[in-house]
């Protein structure tokens, strides 16, 4: 049998998890008829469990399937679904999809990395926003489009992305109050 | 309950025929009627769901909720009109219907029988109000085949399903027919590939069916990542069943008993519509053991994909499957000989699929009967850009360019210019003003330096700058391609660096020609679909817009103009 071998490309910092989290995972993977061929989906479960893949995680599961840690890791880098990074609270689709470029969405996503002062997948520093950029959200007659978290913004226009910073800001506010 | 045998589906069959009898115009007696609401994922974001839930409890409290039912249909078509609500069996539609004015369609139309007539839809050309359907122009030339089913009946009840023929088609297939006489009627009807490629249906049937292997898979390619198309996604989300019937034929066909639908985790809506679909095929058996009493067994599973657009591609597909990175291997072998764990795997599109129901009841002659001498039946385009009726749109194969921008897509708003269209998203080209007569197939569309591919169609208008267009869809692929091979890992990058410096007023004439003669070296030594047609936008556009490019270069080479540049080698645009 392969031995999980160590990666050494992700960010050292690394939270700390509780056990349920990893039996949840765990208990996913002894539910399944073969994990012959189920990489993907018991990657899909741990990223809904975890909210993101970070390193101990991907080693938790090559150890699992007995596979290197390598190759989990070349299939959570190859897929633009999986993140090895923690998200905000909110996240910031905007979605790039050709009838919403044409419509502006490339002004739409400098607005917004300019105000929160971030790029592409990455977070702010209170921990509030995410900004992705999405490939097609399918709902070309609104375009252009932003999705927050799930709800959806339709014919969004420049002006309108402050709005939508504050909506979430205030949203914040009241909690914290 | 189980059906066992095609006259158990008849039954049911005319057991759930008044479900649907309001909505076919087949029952005249009763008062009652159907409120038909889009849950299209465009319609559902503009909140058809809450007016779902506000009709149900204004009717509730009128207490006629058991005379007027509210059903959540598939997607209508007609996004940019979202939210869209059709009354049965009056043939009223009403258009961008918001929250506030479900109480108006309530109280006027379903109590007081008067048509809410500022909901109704307006012609923009003539200014007047269009009452049905049939007579927005948007519909007059559609003709819906694939999508006959979204907007009609509820995608989340078999049982209407069965209602219009559903299953019927199956049935048959497994009690009447051999499984070559299957293979023959989807070869007769002149079926290609929806996905892109145009492979005859019926041949990759029978190539996979040839295969001598004790197991072999049937594949949905639900993996729908053309930025712009969003068909596949709405024929799942409106009418499931077609497709789990359409995949349960042809593992009958080339002898699999088992399924995979593999799917883009980012269709949340898809998903939640198929699985339901799937449980109630189960439990009704025509998914499962002994299929219409039959020793045929099948059962299809979801897989989903991660966010990949070479997933697409079918080798691809097929190593994501097998949890495996979404990398393309070299053909041949094709899937059809070596596919899923080796085995002969058949791989179709969701529109494909779609087709093959109707054309099994209807025949291959009907099919065939309609589009081209080479390209038989419809396709569903996903009109979208700079239009002004955004929308899915199915028409027969031979229409052209012109009747779907002008007649059925309305045009370009605000009075501007129409400049191009782009087809078949990243792997497609532009077409201009030149191309908008050519009857629509795909033999024409190479022709002229684009490609049917999955049926995205983007329009734009001249304040569009097509160079950025092209460097918009080469970043595309650059993050997309998989590194597999370098013309494409590489090669794109430096497309789309070249793109960036020419758009950015940096670039010379001679970066103008290096980005010719690489986007010629990448397209002809790319491993894979994704990246033989990844320069095709900066193909085209060069060949359609040379200006553009020129309009971005200083000639710093010659800066007193003292003569043209000449190019250093001499590959031209082949036209």
Same mark, same amino acid.
């Given at each position: 049998?392969?031995?999980?071998?160590?990666?050494?490309?992700?960010?050292?910092?690394?939270?700390?998890?509780?056990?349920?989290?990893?039996?949840?995972?765990?208990?996913?993977?002894?539910?399944?008829?073969?994990?012959?061929?189920?990489?993907?989906?018991?990657?899909?479960?741990?990223?809904?469990?975890?909210?993101?893949?970070?390193?101990?995680?991907?080693?938790?599961?090559?150890?699992?399937?007995?596979?290197?840690?390598?190759?989990?890791?070349?299939?959570?880098?190859?897929?633009?679904?999986?993140?090895?990074?923690?998200?905000?609270?909110?996240?910031?689709?905007?979605?790039?999809?050709?009838?919403?470029?044409?419509?502006?969405?490339?002004?739409?996503?400098?607005?917004?990395?300019?105000?929160?002062?971030?790029?592409?997948?990455?977070?702010?520093?209170?921990?509030?926003?995410?900004?992705?950029?999405?490939?097609?959200?399918?709902?070309?007659?609104?375009?252009?489009?932003?999705?927050?978290?799930?709800?959806?913004? +339709?014919?969004?226009?420049?002006?309108?992305?402050?709005?939508?910073?504050?909506?979430?800001?205030?949203?914040?506010? =009241?909690?914290?109050? | 309950?189980?059906?066992?045998?095609?006259?158990?589906?008849?039954?049911?069959?005319?057991?759930?025929?008044?479900?649907?009898?309001?909505?076919?115009?087949?029952?005249?007696?009763?008062?009652?009627?159907?409120?038909?609401?889009?849950?299209?994922?465009?319609?559902?974001?503009?909140?058809?769901?809450?007016?779902?839930?506000?009709?149900?409890?204004?009717?509730?409290?009128?207490?006629?909720?058991?005379?007027?039912?509210?059903?959540?249909? +598939?997607?209508?078509?007609?996004?940019?009109?979202?939210?869209?609500?059709?009354?049965?069996?009056?043939?009223?539609?009403?258009?961008?219907?918001?929250?506030?004015?479900?109480?108006?369609?309530?109280?006027?139309?379903?109590?007081?029988?008067?048509?809410?007539?500022?909901?109704?839809? =307006?012609?923009?050309?003539?200014?007047?109000?269009?009452?049905?359907?049939?007579?927005?122009?948007?519909?007059?030339?559609?003709?819906?085949?694939?999508?006959?089913?979204?907007?009609?009946?509820?995608?989340?009840?078999?049982?209407?399903?069965?209602?219009?023929? +559903?299953?019927?088609?199956?049935?048959?297939?497994?009690?009447?027919?051999?499984?070559?006489?299957?293979?023959?009627?989807?070869?007769?009807?002149?079926?290609?590939?929806?996905?892109?490629?145009?492979?005859?249906?019926?041949?990759?049937?029978?190539?996979?069916?040839?295969? =001598?292997?004790?197991?072999?898979?049937?594949?949905?390619?639900?993996?729908?990542?053309?930025?712009?198309?969003?068909?596949?996604?709405?024929?799942?989300? +409106?009418?499931?069943?077609?497709?789990?019937?359409?995949?349960?034929?042809?593992?009958?066909?080339?002898?699999?008993?088992?399924?995979?639908?593999?799917?883009?985790?980012?269709?949340?809506?898809?998903?939640?519509?198929?699985?339901?679909?799937?449980?109630?095929?189960?439990?009704?058996?025509?998914?499962?053991?002994?299929?219409?009493?039959?020793?045929?067994?099948?059962?299809?599973?979801?897989?989903?994909?991660?966010?990949?657009?070479?997933?697409?591609?079918?080798?691809?597909?097929?190593?994501?499957?097998?949890?495996?990175?979404?990398?393309?291997?070299?053909?041949?072998?094709?899937?059809?000989?070596?596919?899923?764990?080796?085995?002969?795997?058949?791989?179709?599109?969701?529109?494909?699929?779609?087709?093959?129901?109707?054309?099994?009841t209807r025949g291959a002659e009907w099919f065939a009967s309609i589009g081209t001498e080479k390209s038989k039946g419809t396709k569903v385009f996903a009109l979208a850009g700079k239009i002004n009726n955004v929308g899915l749109v199915e028409v027969p194969m031979g229409i052209t360019f012109r009747e779907i921008i002008f007649d059925i897509g309305g045009g370009i708003p605000h009075g501007k210019k129409f400049k191009a269209v782009q087809t078949g998203g990243p792997s497609g080209g532009v077409i201009t003003e030149k191309g908008l007569d050519t009857p629509i197939d795909y033999d024409s569309l190479l022709e002229i330096g684009s490609m049917m591919g999955s049926g995205g169609m983007i329009v734009m208008d001249e304040d569009d700058n097509m160079v950025n267009i092209a460097k918009f869809y080469l970043e595309f692929t650059m993050d997309e391609a998989c590194g597999r091979c370098v013309p494409g890992r590489i090669g794109t990058k430096r497309l789309f660096e070249m793109l960036h410096k020419i758009t950015s007023g940096k670039a010379t004439m001679a970066d103008i020609d290096a980005l010719k003669q690489l986007a010629y070296m990448v397209k002809d030594s790319s491993l894979c679909g994704l990246?033989?047609?990844?320069?095709?936008?900066?193909?085209?556009?060069?060949?359609?817009?040379?200006?553009?490019?020129?309009?971005?270069?200083?000639?710093?080479?010659?800066?007193?103009?003292?003569?043209?540049?000449?190019?250093?080698?001499?590959?031209?645009?082949?036209?």
């Amino acid at each position: 049998m392969t031995k999980p071998q160590e990666i050494d490309v992700m960010e050292p910092v690394e939270q700390e998890f509780p056990k349920e989290k990893y039996d949840e995972l765990e208990s996913f993977i002894n539910s399944l008829e073969t994990t012959k061929g189920a990489l993907i989906e018991i990657l899909h479960k741990a990223q809904h469990i975890f909210g993101y893949l970070p390193r101990d995680v991907q080693l938790f599961i090559a150890r699992k399937l007995g596979i290197p840690g390598a190759e989990v890791y070349g299939v959570v880098s190859f897929y633009s679904y999986f993140t090895t990074k923690p998200s905000g609270k909110h996240t910031i689709s905007v979605c790039m999809g050709t009838a919403c470029f044409v419509r502006g969405a490339d002004k739409i996503v400098e607005k917004f990395k300019e105000r929160l002062g971030i790029e592409s997948n990455e977070t702010t520093e209170d921990g509030l926003f995410t900004i992705k950029d999405v490939r097609c959200i399918g709902a070309c007659g609104l375009a252009p489009v932003v999705m927050v978290d799930d709800k959806v913004y +339709g014919r969004v226009k420049v002006e309108d992305v402050d709005d939508i910073i504050n909506i979430y800001r205030r949203k914040g506010a =009241e909690v914290c109050r | 309950m189980q059906i066992r045998s095609l006259e158990e589906l008849n039954k049911i069959k005319q057991k759930s025929a008044g479900k649907i009898a309001l909505r076919l115009h087949r029952d005249t007696t009763t008062t009652g009627k159907n409120i038909l609401v889009c849950g299209g994922t465009g319609c559902h974001a503009n909140e058809s769901d809450k007016i779902i839930k506000i009709l149900e409890a204004l009717l509730k409290s009128r207490g006629m909720a058991e005379q007027v039912k509210v059903i959540r249909t +598939g997607c209508f078509g007609f996004c940019e009109q979202g939210p869209i609500i059709k009354i049965e069996p009056d043939n009223v539609f009403y258009v961008r219907v918001g929250l506030k004015d479900a109480k108006a369609i309530v109280e006027e139309h379903i109590v007081n029988g008067r048509w809410v007539e500022r909901l109704l839809y =307006e012609d923009p050309q003539k200014k007047e109000k269009v009452n049905t359907q049939e007579e927005m122009t948007f519909y007059k030339k559609q003709l819906r085949v694939a999508l006959r089913n979204c907007g009609l009946i509820n995608p989340e009840d078999i049982y209407e399903y069965i209602a219009v023929g +559903g299953y019927e088609a199956l049935g048959k297939a497994l009690t009447q027919m051999s499984r070559a006489e299957v293979i023959e009627i989807v070869k007769k009807s002149g079926l290609r590939g929806r996905g892109g490629g145009g492979f005859p249906t019926g041949l990759k049937w029978e190539i996979t069916s040839k295969q =001598e292997d004790e197991e072999k898979f049937i594949i949905c390619n639900a993996d729908e990542g053309d930025p712009g198309a969003f068909m596949d996604r709405s024929i799942l989300e +409106g009418d499931p069943h077609s497709v789990i019937e359409a995949m349960a034929i042809g593992a009958y066909a080339i002898g699999a008993d088992k399924g995979i639908v593999y799917i883009r985790a980012e269709y949340p809506l898809a998903i939640s519509r198929l699985t339901t679909a799937l449980r109630q095929a189960r439990e009704l058996g025509v998914l499962g053991k002994g299929i219409f009493g039959t020793s045929f067994n099948f059962d299809v599973r979801l897989k989903y994909g991660a966010g990949a657009f070479v997933c697409g591609e079918e080798t691809a597909l097929i190593n994501s499957c097998e949890g495996k990175r979404g990398e393309p291997n070299y053909k041949p072998p094709y899937p059809a000989e070596e596919g899923y764990w080796g085995h002969p795997t058949c791989v179709n599109n969701v529109e494909t699929f779609a087709n093959i129901p109707v054309i099994m009841t209807r025949g291959a002659e009907w099919f065939a009967s309609i589009g081209t001498e080479k390209s038989k039946g419809t396709k569903v385009f996903a009109l979208a850009g700079k239009i002004n009726n955004v929308g899915l749109v199915e028409v027969p194969m031979g229409i052209t360019f012109r009747e779907i921008i002008f007649d059925i897509g309305g045009g370009i708003p605000h009075g501007k210019k129409f400049k191009a269209v782009q087809t078949g998203g990243p792997s497609g080209g532009v077409i201009t003003e030149k191309g908008l007569d050519t009857p629509i197939d795909y033999d024409s569309l190479l022709e002229i330096g684009s490609m049917m591919g999955s049926g995205g169609m983007i329009v734009m208008d001249e304040d569009d700058n097509m160079v950025n267009i092209a460097k918009f869809y080469l970043e595309f692929t650059m993050d997309e391609a998989c590194g597999r091979c370098v013309p494409g890992r590489i090669g794109t990058k430096r497309l789309f660096e070249m793109l960036h410096k020419i758009t950015s007023g940096k670039a010379t004439m001679a970066d103008i020609d290096a980005l010719k003669q690489l986007a010629y070296m990448v397209k002809d030594s790319s491993l894979c679909g994704l990246c033989q047609t990844a320069p095709n936008p900066v193909i085209s556009t060069m060949k359609h817009f040379w200006h553009e490019y020129l309009a971005f270069v200083e000639d710093v080479d010659h800066p007193q103009g003292e003569g043209r540049y000449i190019p250093k080698n001499k590959i031209g645009l082949k036209s």
